[in-house]
C-alpha cells in the first residue's frame, strides 16, 4: 500500500481508502449482472496538489473522481475530507452536504452541455451564489469581478448569453463557477479534450495557478499522458477500476514501471522529441474487457506481453519500487 495514500494530518486534504464503486442491474443489464467500474483504490491528494489520473475509457477514472467529491457514494471504503476537521464525504446530508457542496467541485469536460446557453452570464454565476445564501449584489459583483479575472476574462461579457461566447470562454466560465466558492478540491473531468489545441495550455495554465496560488488540490482526470505530464505533480495509472502505478509525473513518464504505463505513454503525442527513441515499446494484446467481467489475478495479464502464471491467480498489491514511485505488478 503506497505511503502517502492514506495518511492523515495538514497536508491531505482528500484521503480515498480502498474505495468500491459497484454498480447492479440498470437497464440494459442482466439480473445478477455487477459493473465494478471502481475496484479497490487507495490514494490520497494533498493541499495544493495536482494528481492526474489517467487510463482509457472504462477504467473508472470519472466513477472515482464522481466519488471523491460525493456525487456517487461508493459500495464500499471510506473518502475523508480533511478541511481542518475530517469528514466523510459519503455520509454527509442536509445542510452538512449543502456546506460541503462549496468546498467540493467539479469541472465538466463538455462545455457547451455543463451550462445552459440561453441564460446571461452574470445569471450563471449569480445563482449558484445564491443557493449557497450570498445574494447582497455588492458580495456577488465582487466575487463575479473577482473570479473574472482569474480565469482570464472582460468583466464586459457577463450580460452577453451563454451560446454567444466560443467553446473556449464557456469552459472558462465553467472553471469560474467552480472558483467562485473558492474549493478546496476540484474534480477536473477531461477539461480540456474538447478544446482547439491553442486553447489547451490556457485552460491548463489557469488550473496550475489555482493549484499553486491558492493552494486548490485538483484531481485532473485524463486519457492523455502528455497532458498529465504537463500538468500534474503525480500521475495516477487506472486500469479496470483500480491504480497500477503512482509516482510524480516526471518519473512515471521517462522512467514508467508498468507494463500498462508504457503502453499509454506509446499510444500518447510525443510533444518532446528528445524522448521519441526513449519510449519503451510494449506490443499489448486485445482490448480493454467489459466491466461486468473483470479477469482473475492481475487485471491486465491478458493483454500482457509480460504475463506469468503468478498474474492469472494472485492481484499485485501496489508497492514502492522507487522512493515514491509505486506499482502492482508481478515483474517487480
Known amino acids: 500500500m503506497p505511503a502517502g495514500s492514506t495518511e492523515a494530518g495538514p497536508g491531505v486534504v482528500l484521503r480515498a481508502q480502498d474505495v468500491r464503486v459497484y454498480f447492479s442491474k440498470k437497464g440494459f443489464l442482466e439480473k445478477g449482472t455487477v459493473v465494478k467500474a471502481v475496484d479497490g483504490v487507495t490514494l490520497s491528494v494533498r493541499r495544493g496538489e ?35 476537521a475530517e469528514q466523510e464525504v459519503g455520509r454527509a446530508r442536509g445542510r452538512q452536504w449543502k456546506a460541503l457542496r462549496k468546498r467540493l467541485q467539479m469541472i465538466f469536460q463538455d462545455p457547451f452541455s455543463s451550462i ?6 452574470y445569471d450563471a454565476l449569480r445563482i449558484p451564489l445564491a443557493a449557497q445564501g450570498v445574494r ?12 473574472m479575472k482569474r480565469v482570464g476574462l472582460p468583466e464586459q461579457i457577463i450580460n452577453n448569453y451563454v451560446f454567444q461566447l466560443s467553446g473556449g470562454q464557456r469552459q472558462r466560465i465553467g472553471i469560474a463557477r467552480v ?5 478546496v478540491l476540484v474534480v477536473a473531468d477531461e477539461p480540456v479534450s474538447m478544446l482547439d ?8 495554465h489557469i488550473i496550475q495557478n489555482e493549484s499553486r ?12 499522458m502528455a497532458v498529465a505530464r504537463v500538468i500534474a505533480d503525480r500521475i495516477a495509472v487506472m486500469y479496470l477500476g483500480q491504480v497500477d502505478e503512482i509516482g510524480a509525473a516526471e518519473a512515471t513518464v521517462l522512467d514508467p514501471l508498468h507494463p500498462y504505463t508504457k ?23 486485445g482490448e480493454l474487457p467489459q466491466s461486468t467481467a473483470h479477469p482473475s489475478g492481475c487485471k491486465f495479464h491478458p493483454r500482457c506481453p509480460y504475463a506469468m502464471d503468478v498474474c492469472k491467480e494472485q492481484v499485485p498489491a501496489l508497492k514502492e519500487v522507487k522512493p515514491e514511485h509505486y506499482v502492482a505488478c508481478w515483474l517487480y
Open 50 to 84: 495536482i494528481l492526474a489520473l489517467v487510463g482509457e475509457s472504462g477504467s473508472g477514472k470519472t466513477t472515482l473522481g464522481r466519488a471523491a467529491i460525493g456525487l456517487v457514494r461508493p459500495s464500499s471504503g471510506t473518502i475523508i475530507l480533511n478541511d481542518g
Open 116 to 121: 445552459d446557453p440561453n441564460m446571461r452570464v
Open 136 to 147: 447582497r449584489r455588492e458580495d456577488v459583483r465582487a466575487r463575479i469581478s473577482d473570479v
Open 179 to 183: 472558483l467562485i466558492f473558492d474549493p
Open 197 to 204: 489545441a491553442s486553447l489547451k495550455g490556457d485552460i491548463l
Open 213 to 224: 496560488t491558492n493552494n486548490v488540490a485538483f484531481l485532473f482526470i485524463t486519457h492523455d
Open 263 to 285: 503502453a499509454m505513454l506509446q499510444a500518447s503525442p510525443v510533444i518532446d522529441t528528445s524522448l521519441k527513441d526513449k519510449i519503451k515499446k510494449v506490443n499489448i494484446i
